[in-house]
């Protein structure tokens, strides 16, 4: 089977912490741009990340209709650069969307 992947494209970068449960995910394009972000941020994490180390960390490439994140209470679910500006659209747009391409 050929499963085609996008060769660019936005990637969440899981990173995992001694003693934390839930991994901190980061949305970038490479994981260089990940770092960075980690970096801008780590002053902000709450002190269970801070007093931690890294000890793990994955890449998930977003699917369609599949992945989801939330934003200040919104939920937003991945639809894929060719559907939305940002790959993103809320919850609610998705739903609406799938309703309009039932109709059709």
């Known amino acids: 089977m050929d ?5 660019r494209g936005i990637r969440f970068y899981n990173y995992y912490f001694y003693d934390v449960e839930q991994p901190l995910t980061i949305e970038a394009h490479t994981k260089q741009e990940a770092r960075e972000i980690m970096q801008r941020i ?3 994490l ?4 801070r007093e931690s180390k890294i000890v793990g960390e994955t890449v998930v490439i977003p ?3 599949v992945s989801e994140k939330v934003v200040k209470g919104v939920k937003y679910i991945w639809v894929g650069l060719s559907k ?9 747009e998705y739903k609406v969307g799938l ?4 109709k059709k």
Do not use: A
């Open 3 to 7: 499963y085609p992947v996008e060769k």
């Open 42 to 44: 780590s002053s902000q």
């Open 46 to 49: 709450s002190p269970k990340y």
């Open 63 to 65: 699917l369609k209709g």
């Open 84 to 92: 939305s500006p940002n790959g993103w659209l809320t919850e609610y």
């Open 99 to 102: 309703e309009m391409s039932k």
